[in-house]
């Protein structure tokens, strides 16, 4: 519980982002001592980055670039989730192919993404699926630990309850596994949809010819810190509203889950 409405919330929120664009603001267009805390040349203003965004929107040119950003993120989010919550219930439910894989997942999870990004670009070129794949690396281990684990932490009571009830295994994964799971798994979920985002962008950020990770490579290209900023803003709201959406489907699916009271 943390004691707050959600107005009050949304609004706390709020505040805190007024006043970190009214530092921004004061700091690169208000000279304090004869000089500028954040210059314009290097954090541009809140101002200048507002109007580029609009520019983009209202010309049209950021639709291409965002569409295919979305297309290699949602990919990414979904075949890397859906692998990992295969493998993760495989895994729990299977202790010997657990302990026979363990030091390769490993090894694979602790491989920098980075590197991987090169090789993905060789195998299957420039287009959506070398940043698919990269996405899929990073979203993947996120989801699939968390499963495991929430598989693995089912109470062994609860267990033997349901199957001296005469539940068989497909209804304990139903009615036992799953639900354990859910909450571990949607947990993951929301910070798998940033790190989904990332592997899009660096991707379309170390080889590509469309994307917002593009965007913000050309704008660095030529010193233009107003379109990085303008990228990086872009980035932003679109990782909230996808995380928005899977709150929407964690709400409906975790409808058992009992909600913390607030207060007015």
């Known amino acids: 519980m943390i004691g ?4 009050k919330l949304f609004a706390l929120q709020a505040l805190v982002a007024a006043v970190a664009l009214l530092i921004w603001h004061v700091g690169s267009t208000v000279p304090i001592g004869g000089t500028y805390l954040l210059p314009k040349f290097f954090f541009s203003t809140p101002g200048d980055v507002i109007a580029r965004i609009w520019k983009l929107f209202a010309g049209g040119q950021i639709w291409k670039h965002l569409s295919i950003t979305l297309t290699e993120t949602v990919l990414a989010f979904l075949i890397g989730s859906v692998g990992g919550v295969l493998f993760g219930f495989w895994f729990a439910r ?3 192919v657990a302990a026979v894989f363990d030091p390769y997942v490993k090894m694979a999870n602790a491989l920098p993404r980075v590197v991987l990004a090169p090789i993905f670009m060789l195998w299957l070129g420039l287009g959506i699926w070398s940043k698919v794949a990269l996405g899929v690396t990073l979203v993947f281990f996120i989801v699939f630990f968390n499963v495991y684990q929430g598989v693995k932490e089912v109470s062994s009571v609860v267990l033997a309850n349901a199957r001296l009830m005469g539940m068989n295994e497909r209804q304990l994964f139903r009615h036992v596994y799953w639900p354990s ?13 940033g790190f989904a985002l990332v592997g899009a962008v660096v991707g379309e950020y170390l080889g590509s010819a469309a994307g917002l990770g593009y965007l913000i490579h050309e704008a660095e290209g030529v010193f233009d810190v107003t379109g990085v900023f303008a990228g990086m803003v872009i980035l932003a709201a679109f990782v909230l509203f996808i995380d928005w959406l899977v709150t929407l489907i964690e709400n409906r699916l975790l409808v058992w889950r009992p909600q913390p009271a607030s207060h007015a």
């Not at 707050?4 to 107005?7: E, G, K, M, N, P």
């Not at 799971?181 to 949809?193: I, K, N, P, R």
């Open 4 to 7: 707050i409405s959600r107005t």
């Open 181 to 193: 799971a859910l909450s571990w798994m949607f947990s993951s979920l929301h910070t798998s949809v």
């Open 94 to 96: 299977k202790p010997i």
